[in-house]
């Protein structure tokens, strides 16, 4: 459905781009060219530099090195005000819009060309903008309070609304439905047809196979110099170009990652975790599924696959529409958190400052929060003398460093707060340990520390669950990756087809129904 | 030389503060210094011009009047380190007093009475919880309504008139209302009910989650605590405090107004911040609320011995206030710079 648009001169050109944080080289020599009427794909794996090279294009990052040309002038961008004025437009990760104040505010707010017409004129403009995303939704409608979707398209009206010549971007589709998607999608085509050149990045690699006419890969802050034909028998080549040889199995066991003796599921006394006919919450779906104790079950797919729905079950946060659930501790799926706790489940949120831990609180009292707060193993009343042991205890078996257990939380850094979330909820004794994204803004070495502690919890005879964004961390930490596509489970990863390259590309099939064609070729 | 000595002289000092920061910071209890002072001036302040103000009789006087609010206020801070307000103790105070005095005209027992009292403040207070919960909204608001509706019953139910003729020679107005050890009986009620409340919130299993919950909500939820249920119990807990509060108000003046706890709700809440309980909650401490509302008794009293026109004394109450805020602040502040030690 590719009709040939009408291609122009090359519209945004970047040159030996480069950008450096710190000693971290972000961008390296990028580059980069965009023409009128042409949507350019940005592919690369988390950490490539696909956000530093949008915000380089923006004009919200002046980069070290390289020229932007814009429109056959080389330009300097200031900030992003100033990429606005010369027709750049971003639609960035982050929602950007005011919740409390209407649509018509927000799209008010940035000044949009239309902004010196009369009012009766921008509403209606405003108003085909909105239906052309399949939005309808009155111009007086609080922002607020929108659907996370519908929040998505109305940031995309409004960059739509400065009538730019350049737009990026970034992860338009994370918050959308399937319908919304497709509609963007045409809209997409329609401004590409426009003579709008359009820089379009997603996790979602079919989606951008679907809507691109060229492909930018970065690995490690370079641009792959393959060229690159956007069509989907290429899916499994573009998996390789983003990942490089970063995957190489034998590797993983040499480098301090866990060797194959931890990985044996030989582990004293556990229950394994018994999944029957679960569906729902949305599209999961789950007809049986047995996980052992023992080992790190790895948990990877896309935002929306299902894996959120899952731990919310386990975990007492939502409630499945049907099927039976048997926890490690022989107890049924939990109707609250309380009694997900209570039958010994333990989760370890991405979320750390937020429902991880009380910051403002003490070492000790976070550490014994869920085993004498909702465990109530400590009696009624609680001991200083006896946290404070507990305390110490698991600071030295996790190695967190501290001068006084009576310190804040906050006073610690990311590593070590880390560090006292897995404490916290050791000292429950959990049997099922759901992890998600646990080692997200930590350092390598904190890192591998909790690598270490999260397989010495299984060695214990839990049942563990860990999802990762880093599809490299499941592959280099877990016995096996289970795969959701849509709610769905696919055929375990494991063994030599345990790699980086595989977890990325069964994450990515969704029309296919097992995995297996595509990790053959490793 | 001089220069040089003087400057090592300046940090044994500093260090010699640090030290004690740190002792402080260890023992950890010890955070209402900034208040002690504010009363020890206000004292000096009134005293030193007026020294019949030190007298005992006087002293006995200032902490009963302080006895009816402080006891209250220690529910407060209870409430308070869960970042919750309740507007309507002074409500349930008043209608505690007013419905056993009632009780009592009609002939039933004082003991009785009193009890009924108390049952019914812990239901109130109970229903601000439960109201919030079902509500989804905080205490303070849904308190907006029960202060006002509460209030509007007990001038519904004594015709907005004072109640008056109680049995003076009963057992509970000899008991309550008399003294032992020359200390009033409401005192007391202040000093054990304090201690009790104090050892609760520092170092009971109940205490440790209304902490919790004040420090992060979400967190708390997180690792399944029941934060719904916590809320109705410390609203019922402030609920019975009022009650205590009005039972003794009433076994001392053996009488009862309709017009009675009006205002209370924000001086119990000043008292309670001016003590160091943080707005932002997971922290508080019942003897800073104590001295808080002793710093605001001491500023009525005061006033009455300097002879000041009765239209003065809510401004100076005012001014003294936030004079007194600032100094705990200010020598928090400094302790918080010189220590990282953290109590519970």
Redesign the interface.
């Known amino acids: 459905m590719k009709a040939e648009p009408q291609r122009h001169a090359s519209r945004l050109i970047g040159r030996g781009i480069t950008k450096r944080f710190g000693s971290h080289i972000a961008l390296d020599r990028v580059d980069f060219e965009l023409a009128g009427g042409e949507v350019n794909g940005v592919l690369g794996a988390n950490g490539a530099g696909k956000s530093t090279l949008l915000k380089v294009l923006a004009g919200a990052i002046r980069p070290d090195e390289g020229d932007l040309v814009l429109d056959g002038q080389v330009v300097r961008m200031d900030s992003m005000r100033h990429a606005n004025e010369r027709g750049i437009a971003l639609v960035s990760q982050e929602l950007s819009l005011f919740p409390a104040l209407t649509v018509r505010e927000n799209f008010d707010i940035v000044g949009t060309k239309t902004i010196r017409r009369p009012r009766a004129m921008r509403d209606a403009h405003a108003r085909r903008v909105l239906s052309e995303l399949g939005l309808e939704i009155r111009l007086s409608h609080t922002v607020g309070r929108l659907s996370l979707g519908d929040r998505q398209l109305v940031e995309i009206a409004r960059a739509l609304l400065q009538e730019p010549r350049v737009l990026i971007l970034d992860e338009p589709t994370s918050a959308l439905h399937e319908s919304e998607k497709s509609r963007l999608l045409t809209v997409i085509r329609h401004l590409r047809a426009r003579g709008v050149g359009i820089v379009y990045v997603s996790h979602f690699l079919e989606e951008v196979l679907e809507v691109a006419d060229t492909l930018v890969v970065l690995r490690d802050g370079k641009r792959v110099p393959t060229h690159f034909e956007p069509a989907k028998e290429r899916l499994p080549d573009l998996v390789s170009a983003m990942l490089g040889e970063r995957f190489a199995p034998s590797g993983r066991l040499g480098d301090g990652a866990p060797g194959p003796s931890r990985r044996s599921g030989a582990a004293a006394g556990g229950k394994p975790l018994i999944l029957t006919g679960v569906r729902g919450p949305a599209q999961l779906s789950i007809p049986s599924w047995t996980v052992a104790p023992g080992e790190v079950n790895g948990i990877a797919g896309l935002v929306g696959s299902g894996i959120e729905e899952l731990f919310a079950i386990l975990f007492?946060a939502a409630r499945a529409s049907g099927g039976t659930i048997e926890l490690p501790s022989g107890r049924p799926a939990p109707r609250?958190?309380?009694?997900?706790?209570?039958s010994g489940v333990a989760?370890i949120?991405a979320d750390r400052k937020?429902?991880?831990?009380?910051?403002?609180?003490?070492i000790?009292?976070n550490i014994s929060?869920?085993r004498?707060?909702?465990q109530?193993m400590?009696?009624?009343?609680?001991?200083?003398r006896d946290s404070e042991k507990v305390a110490r205890g698991r600071c030295a078996a996790l190695k967190i460093k501290t001068?006084?257990v009576?310190?804040?939380a906050a006073?610690l850094s990311g590593g070590n707060q880390q560090k006292i979330v897995f404490a916290?909820w050791w000292e429950a004794n959990p049997s099922l340990v759901l992890l998600q994204d646990p080692t997200r803004g930590v350092d390598v070495g904190a890192k591998r520390e909790m690598h270490e502690i999260i397989w010495s919890v299984a060695g214990r005879g839990c049942v563990v669950l860990m999802y990762s964004s880093d599809p490299l961390e499941l592959a280099n930490v877990c016995t096996r990756v289970h795969i959701f596509v849509n709610g769905t489970l696919r055929v375990p990863l494991e063994g030599m087809e345990l790699t980086e390259h595989g977890v990325v590309s069964a994450m990515n099939q969704r029309a296919l129904p097992s995995n297996r064609q595509t990790t053959g070729g490793l | 030389m001089k220069g040089g000595r003087a400057a090592s002289q300046a940090e044994q000092l500093l260090a010699a503060k640090i030290a004690t920061g740190r002792r402080f910071g260890r023992i950890?209890r010890f955070d209402e210094g900034g208040l002690l002072l504010a009363v020890a001036g206000l004292l000096l302040l009134i005293a030193v011009p007026h020294p019949e103000f030190v007298d005992p009789r006087s002293i006995v006087t200032l902490l009963r009047q302080t006895a009816f609010s402080g006891i209250i206020a220690f529910g407060m801070v209870y409430l308070i380190s869960m970042v919750e307000i309740d507007l309507s103790v002074g409500a349930i105070y008043c209608w505690v007093a007013t419905v056993a005095a009632l009780l009592i005209n009609s002939g039933f027992d004082p003991w009785l009475a009193a009890l009924a009292g108390l049952v019914s403040a812990s239901l109130l207070g109970a229903l601000n919880g439960v109201l919030a919960n079902v509500l989804d909204v905080p205490i303070i608001i849904v308190s907006l309504g029960t202060l006002s509706a509460i209030h509007g019953a007990a001038l519904i139910l004594s015709g907005g008139r004072a109640i008056t003729g109680m049995p003076r020679q009963h057992s509970f107005f000899v008991w309550f209302g008399s003294e032992w050890l020359g200390v009033p009986v409401p005192v007391w009620f202040l000093a054990s009910v304090g201690l009790a409340l104090h050892v609760v919130f520092r170092?009971?299993?109940?205490g440790?989650?209304v902490?919790?919950i004040g420090?992060?909500i979400?967190?708390?939820?997180?690792?399944?605590?029941?934060v719904g249920r916590y809320r109705v119990m410390v609203t019922a807990l402030v609920g019975l405090l009022c009650g205590v509060s009005g039972v003794l108000t009433l076994a001392f003046f053996k009488a009862s107004d309709p017009s009675i706890g009006t205002g209370l709700e924000l001086q119990v809440v000043a008292a309670v911040v001016i003590g160091g309980t943080s707005l932002?909650g997971?922290?508080g401490t019942l003897l800073g609320a104590f001295l808080g509302m002793l710093v605001i008794s001491m500023i009525g009293s005061g006033l009455v011995f300097y002879g000041v026109s009765g239209n003065w004394a809510q401004f100076v109450t005012g001014v003294v206030i936030v004079a007194a805020i600032a100094l705990d602040r200010t020598i928090k502040r400094r302790r918080t710079a010189t220590t990282?030690?953290?109590?519970?």
Request: glycine share 8%; hydrophobic share 40%.
């Open positions: 007492g609250s958190i309380h009694e997900a706790v209570e989760f949120p937020r429902v991880g831990l009380a910051l403002e609180q003490s000790a009292e929060a869920v004498s707060l909702v109530k400590d009696g009624l009343i609680l001991r200083q001068t006084s009576w310190r804040k006073t916290k | 950890g170092h009971t299993r109940f440790a989650v902490r919790s420090s992060n979400e967190a708390a939820r997180f690792i399944g605590i029941r932002a997971g922290t990282p030690m953290e109590s519970p």
